[in-house]
């Protein structure tokens, strides 16, 4: 493991000196915040030829924690101070090593204040949000300048957990309205935020193939993470492109 457990016990496999000189995928798990949720995750990336590091942060309390990990804002604040800590060392270490980093749900919320709590002039190259649990006004010119070669957001308006799951319980960053991941990012008058460096990327039915319905747990999906995550973080493919039949 390339970053010290914050919590949970799924066992992936040791990172390599040589994976790390090739780049390094840090991947945040949902609420739960255990490695096992992104298990079938990362055998698809690695299915698809992803050979870099895949480092899957285990970051909330212990197990049966969702709605504590959900509405502590403070503790996760300081978690995302010691994530971003890791990634400045990272870069140091290995400046010309490409940087990707993947929020699921809850952990797109903690990837957006990971971003916001790395130094100035320290950016990951492309920052990956899915079905992320943070507020849909949020404010992405935050975080730009720590995304080298931009934001992608997937969404999916069928995505009921980050609708009216957060209008309830609210979002990491304490809104109670739908999510980026369920609308996407919006602009003052609600409609979908234009920007040149964010991809706002929303559910297609060609992802049905890949055991995406539009659901919640679709992005877990071992074939969704071959298919469409993957070229993402390869970035072989332009970012609107990805899913297409």
């Given at each position: ?18 994976q ?19 298990a079938?995750?990362y ?69 957006v ?19 992320a ?36 319980l ?76």
């Amino acid at each position: 493991m390339l970053f010290a457990p914050l919590g949970g016990c799924f066992r992936q496999p040791e990172i390599s000196e040589a994976q790390l000189d090739r780049g390094c995928v840090i991947m945040l798990p949902g609420i739960e915040g255990n490695r096992w949720q992104l298990a079938g995750v990362y055998e698809g990336l690695r299915d698809a030829g992803v050979d870099q590091a895949i480092d899957i942060i285990p970051w909330g309390s212990p197990p049966l924690s969702s709605l504590p990990n959900l509405i502590d804002i403070d503790a996760n604040h300081e978690r995302a101070r010691k994530i971003a800590g890791c990634i400045a060392a990272l870069r140091r270490d290995r400046p010309h090593a490409p940087v990707t980093l993947v929020g699921f749900s809850g952990g797109g919320g903690l990837a957006v204040l990971a971003l916001e709590a790395l130094p100035e002039g320290v950016a990951v190259d492309r920052t990956i949000l899915v079905a992320a649990a943070v507020s849909a006004r949020y404010d992405v010119d935050r975080l730009l300048p720590h995304c080298r070669d931009g934001l992608v957001n997937s969404y999916s308006r069928f995505d009921h957990v980050v609708g009216a799951g957060t209008q309830l319980l609210g979002t990491i960053d304490r809104a109670h309205q739908v999510s980026a991941g369920h609308s996407g990012f919006i602009d003052a008058d609600g409609a979908l935020l234009e920007n040149p460096a964010l991809t706002q990327i929303p559910w297609k039915s060609d992802w049905i193939k890949f055991g995406h319905l539009g659901g919640h747990t679709g992005y877990l999906s071992r074939t969704w993470a071959r298919e469409v995550l993957a070229p993402m973080i390869a970035r072989r493919t332009a970012p609107n492109d990805l899913g297409r039949s």
